[in-house]
Structures are given as structure tokens and as C-alpha cells.
């Protein structure tokens, strides 16, 4: 792990524990927005007209109140907002959107009563011995917990993760109360089934709260790249490990965005790297570290490394998910639409049986992102519109409601994957042979 600097931790504030507490909580904010309703209504019946319920519930100060209470929440109701935010962005009323966004950058840290309850509850009462020092603020809060600085006995620099308390407990009942209430706010559409994406929230948090699982997966691709030394992986301290809090070895970096002033040669390399690392996950490891956030890659300027963070998202590849993406490469290089569209369809990327006009709409939002594959030379996203060109294609397909799919849940992640390597080369402006990284899996 790596120091953060992250600016958006916002002040102490108290975890609610118990599933009681944290029920109250969210009852009380329903509460307080269905009498907001109520009044609306009421105001509604004596003017004779007809209520306008997302103009009455989603004003300034409840937009506020509502992402305020599930960041306070931290855990599930925060990472449901933060899943929904980015799966579901382009068909999302802008007032919700705008709640959800807020969850993926904020977050709050435990208060230090808290805090000293967590270190006892994983090292017991005499938490420091296991240290050599231990600092009490936090380098990055998040929904399942907060990074930590530390030095342990034997002089390892550390950075160490631990868990809210009672979030892992909470798991289920705060994602019924948190999907009752966007449920009942009347924001989400009809059309989108819900229920896959709580489902996949509910696998997700249940797998980010097992430390033993991530960091199991943190040894893993610390094995898998040892020889390659573009990377470096924290070294996962099992000794110190525990269920509710995470050991490893602190790493020195930058955020990546600092090698945006790096020259050239140094962006394209760093770039080239991470993609052909994702190439690597899906076709020859079958396991790949699913969240693309640019936190989670940060730059060693000295040596050109990139660090790599976060295993909590880390997810085996099925191999018909694999096979699958390999047959959507071949046919997008070939350029056969008809090829492209059935394989789209056979990862569950889009619903069968869309009307010629839907199906044309895909498959052309398809060929912006097979273009840059299709070149001899290195694509330069320094000087294309290419993300802003998918994004505003993005936001029109999702305008129409015959086209309102959520993909499986592997699907969505890869995609999600994938989308962010070609923000984050774009952000850098980086050069990159694509069609030459792609050309080992081609034969």
C-alpha cells in the first residue's frame, strides 16, 4: 500500500454498529422525506393538481441529507451507491446520479474510540506491542474501512487496513433498507431490474470484507508478477493479518496521474504495461483485479514501477467469459458487424432480439471502440475524442428504454475494467501499440 495523500477524507465520525442502530438510521431519513411527501400531497390536492414527487423529494437540501446519511453508513448503503453510480450513470434521473457520484469520492473516518476498538478487537489490549509505531490518522477512509500507517516490529514499513466495526454483520439488512429506499424515492426507473445489481453488491461487499480472501489474492499476484518488473506488489503480512484488519508492506508512490509530466516515452511504456497486465488477467491468469480506479495504480517515478492496490475487487475469469472476450476481439478486428453483434450478445453484453435501428446504435458505439485495435501503429490517445465520443454515444443509447440492460455481473466488471484502462490512457495521453499487445492471443 501506498501513501494516498487522499484530500476528500472528510472528519471523525462515529460507524453506526448493530443492525438496530444502523436500521434507525435509514428509517429515520424515509421518514423524514415521506413526510416531505406527505406534505406534498397535500399541498397537490388543494391546488387540484397532480404531485411532482421527484421535484418534492429531491431538492438541495435532501440530496444532501440523503448522500450525507449513506457515507455516514460507510458499508453497504455506501457501496451500493457507489456500484449503482457507475453501472447505471447514463439512464439515471441527474438528480440520483448526482447522490450516487458523491458516494464514489468520499468517505469518513472512525472516530478515535472507535478506532482503538478495532485494533483491540484484531491484536487485543495491548495492540501496540505488535508495532513499532502506529499512526492514529488515517491515509484513506472508504466504505469497508480506512488505511493506516505503521511500522512493524522487525521494521517493515506497513500499511494497514481495518475494517469499520460492524459493517461486515450489517452486510445484508443495510442493503435491503438502502434498495427499499431508492426503491421508494420513485427515482428508479421501472425498467431496470434492481435486483441483479443488489445481488452483486451484496457478493461484492461480502467478498471485500473478507481480508483473509484479498489478501490470499494480494500473495497471489504478488506470485504471478514476481518475475515481471514493471510491478510491484505489496507484500502481504499474514502475521499481522487478521479478520478485520489487512497487513502489508507500504510501497512508496505517486498517484498515477503524476506521470501525466513524465516524458513520453515514460507514459507510453507505463500505459502499455497495463494493458497488456489486463490482457495477461483475462486470457493467461483467469483472474483479474476488477476495479478500475485510479487510485488503485500509482507511479515510482525513480524506478518506473507501477504499484499495484487493492485485491478486495479481485475475481476469477470463468473461462467461457474468457473464451468469449478472445471471440469478440477476433471478430471486432475482422470488422464482420453481424459477427461482432452475436458475440456481444453471447457474453450478455447486450439483450438479444433489438430492432434493426437498437441493433445499429450498438454496433456502432462497437466500432469507435474496435478502431483504435484495427491500426498498425501505436493509437494515440493524446489527440483523440475517442472517451468523450463513447461516453456521448453511452449517454444516447441510454436514453432509449428498449436498450435499458444490465449486463451479468462478470461482464459488467470486465467492461468496467476495460473502460477505465482507456480513460486513464487518455488522461495520460499516452501511445500505444494495441494491435501489437493483442497479437500473441490472435494466432
Same mark, same amino acid.
Given at each position: 500500500?501506498?501513501?494516498?495523500?487522499?484530500?476528500?477524507?472528510?472528519?471523525?465520525?462515529?460507524?453506526?454498529?448493530?443492525?438496530?442502530?444502523?436500521?434507525?438510521?435509514?428509517?429515520?431519513?424515509? /421518514?423524514?422525506?415521506?413526510?416531505?411527501?406527505?406534505?406534498?400531497?397535500?399541498?397537490?390536492?388543494?391546488?387540484?393538481?397532480?404531485?411532482?414527487?421527484?421535484?418534492?423529494?429531491?431538492?438541495?437540501?435532501?440530496?444532501?441529507?440523503?448522500?450525507?446519511?449513506?457515507?455516514?453508513?460507510?458499508?453497504?448503503?455506501?457501496?451500493?451507491?457507489?456500484?449503482?453510480?457507475?453501472?447505471?450513470?447514463?439512464?439515471?434521473?441527474?438528480?440520483?446520479?448526482?447522490?450516487?457520484?458523491?458516494?464514489?469520492?468520499?468517505?469518513?473516518?472512525?472516530?478515535?474510540?472507535?478506532?482503538?476498538?478495532?485494533?483491540?478487537?484484531?491484536?487485543?489490549?495491548?495492540?501496540?506491542?505488535?508495532?513499532?509505531?502506529? /499512526?492514529?490518522?488515517?491515509?484513506?477512509?472508504?466504505?469497508?474501512?480506512?488505511?493506516?500507517?505503521?511500522?512493524?516490529?522487525?521494521?517493515?514499513?506497513?500499511?494497514?487496513?481495518?475494517?469499520?466495526?460492524?459493517?461486515?454483520?450489517?452486510?445484508?439488512?443495510?442493503?435491503?433498507?438502502?434498495?427499499?429506499?431508492?426503491?421508494?424515492?420513485?427515482?428508479?426507473?421501472?425498467?431496470?431490474?434492481?435486483?441483479?445489481?443488489?445481488?452483486?453488491?451484496?457478493?461484492?461487499?461480502?467478498?471485500?470484507?473478507?481480508?483473509?480472501?484479498?489478501?490470499?489474492?494480494?500473495?497471489?499476484?504478488?506470485?504471478?508478477?514476481?518475475?515481471?518488473?514493471?510491478?510491484?506488489?505489496?507484500?502481504?503480512?499474514?502475521?499481522?493479518?487478521?479478520?478485520?484488519?489487512?497487513?502489508?508492506?507500504?510501497?512508496?508512490?505517486?498517484?498515477?496521474?503524476?506521470?501525466?509530466?513524465?516524458?513520453?516515452?515514460?507514459?507510453?511504456?507505463?500505459?502499455?504495461?497495463?494493458?497488456?497486465?489486463?490482457?495477461?488477467?483475462?486470457?493467461?491468469?483467469?483472474?483479474?483485479?476488477?476495479?478500475?480506479?485510479?487510485?488503485?495504480?500509482?507511479?515510482?517515478?525513480?524506478?518506473?514501477?507501477?504499484?499495484?492496490?487493492?485485491?478486495?475487487?479481485?475475481?476469477?475469469?470463468?473461462?467461457?467469459?474468457?473464451?468469449?472476450?478472445?471471440?469478440?476481439?477476433?471478430?471486432?478486428?475482422?470488422?464482420?458487424?453481424?459477427?461482432?453483434?452475436?458475440?456481444?450478445?453471447?457474453?450478455?453484453?447486450?439483450?438479444?432480439?433489438?430492432?434493426?435501428?437498437?441493433?445499429?446504435?450498438?454496433?456502432?458505439?462497437?466500432?469507435?471502440?474496435?478502431?483504435?485495435?484495427?491500426?498498425?501503429?501505436?493509437?494515440?490517445?493524446?489527440?483523440?475524442?475517442?472517451?468523450?465520443?463513447?461516453?456521448?454515444?453511452?449517454?444516447?443509447?441510454?436514453?432509449?428504454?428498449?436498450?435499458?440492460?444490465?449486463?451479468?455481473?462478470? /461482464?459488467?466488471?470486465?467492461?468496467?475494467?476495460? @473502460?477505465?484502462?482507456?480513460?486513464?490512457?487518455?488522461?495520460?495521453?499516452?501511445?500505444?501499440?494495441?494491435? @501489437?499487445?493483442?497479437?500473441?492471443?490472435?494466432?
Amino acid at each position: 500500500m501506498s501513501d494516498t495523500g487522499n484530500p476528500n477524507i472528510l472528519r471523525p465520525r462515529a460507524v453506526p454498529t448493530g443492525r438496530f442502530s444502523r436500521f434507525t438510521r435509514m428509517g429515520g431519513l424515509a /421518514t423524514g422525506l415521506a413526510g416531505q411527501a406527505a406534505m406534498a400531497r397535500a399541498r397537490a390536492a388543494v391546488t387540484g393538481q397532480t404531485p411532482d414527487m421527484a421535484t418534492a423529494l429531491m431538492t438541495p437540501r435532501n440530496l444532501t441529507r440523503i448522500a450525507d446519511r449513506l457515507s455516514e453508513m460507510r458499508g453497504a448503503a455506501m457501496k451500493l451507491g457507489q456500484l449503482l453510480s457507475m453501472e447505471t450513470g447514463d439512464v439515471l434521473p441527474p438528480e440520483l446520479a448526482g447522490i450516487l457520484a458523491r458516494l464514489r469520492s468520499e468517505g469518513d473516518a472512525m472516530t478515535p474510540a472507535q478506532l482503538k476498538q478495532v485494533l483491540e478487537a484484531a491484536f487485543g489490549s495491548e495492540f501496540r506491542s505488535h508495532f513499532k509505531s502506529f /499512526t492514529a490518522a488515517p491515509l484513506a477512509a472508504a466504505s469497508i474501512g480506512q488505511v493506516h500507517r505503521a511500522v512493524a516490529r522487525d521494521g517493515m514499513r506497513l500499511a494497514l487496513k481495518l475494517q469499520y466495526p460492524g459493517v461486515k454483520d450489517a452486510i445484508d439488512s443495510d442493503l435491503d433498507n438502502a434498495a427499499a429506499l431508492i426503491r421508494w424515492s420513485g427515482l428508479w426507473p421501472k425498467e431496470l431490474d434492481l435486483a441483479p445489481l443488489l445481488a452483486e453488491a451484496r457478493r461484492q461487499l461480502h467478498e471485500e470484507a473478507d481480508y483473509d480472501r484479498e489478501g490470499a489474492y494480494l500473495a497471489r499476484f504478488g506470485a504471478l508478477l514476481a518475475d515481471d518488473a514493471r510491478f510491484v506488489v505489496p507484500t502481504h503480512r499474514a502475521d499481522l493479518s487478521t479478520d478485520v484488519a489487512l497487513a502489508m508492506s507500504f510501497e512508496d508512490a505517486a498517484p498515477i496521474e503524476a506521470l501525466a509530466d513524465a516524458p513520453a516515452s515514460e507514459r507510453d511504456r507505463a500505459m502499455g504495461g497495463l494493458i497488456e497486465l489486463c490482457l495477461r488477467e483475462l486470457f493467461d491468469f483467469r483472474v483479474m483485479q476488477t476495479d478500475p480506479n485510479f487510485a488503485n495504480y500509482r507511479w515510482r517515478a525513480e524506478t518506473g514501477q507501477i504499484v499495484l492496490l487493492d485485491f478486495g475487487a479481485a475475481r476469477e475469469i470463468p473461462d467461457a467469459l474468457s473464451d468469449g472476450h478472445l471471440h469478440l476481439l477476433r471478430a471486432g478486428l475482422e470488422g464482420e458487424r453481424s459477427d461482432i453483434l452475436r458475440e456481444l450478445e453471447a457474453i450478455g453484453f447486450v439483450k438479444p432480439g433489438l430492432s434493426q435501428v437498437h441493433r445499429d446504435a450498438i454496433l456502432d458505439m462497437s466500432e469507435l471502440g474496435f478502431e483504435p485495435l484495427r491500426r498498425p501503429e501505436a493509437f494515440d490517445f493524446g489527440t483523440t475524442e475517442l472517451a468523450q465520443e463513447m461516453r456521448r454515444k453511452g449517454q444516447a443509447i441510454g436514453q432509449e428504454r428498449e436498450l435499458w440492460h444490465i449486463p451479468p455481473a462478470d /461482464t459488467l466488471f470486465l467492461q468496467r475494467k476495460i @473502460g477505465g484502462l482507456y480513460l486513464l490512457a487518455t488522461r495520460l495521453g499516452a501511445k500505444v501499440d494495441l494491435r @501489437g499487445l493483442m497479437r500473441p492471443y490472435l494466432t
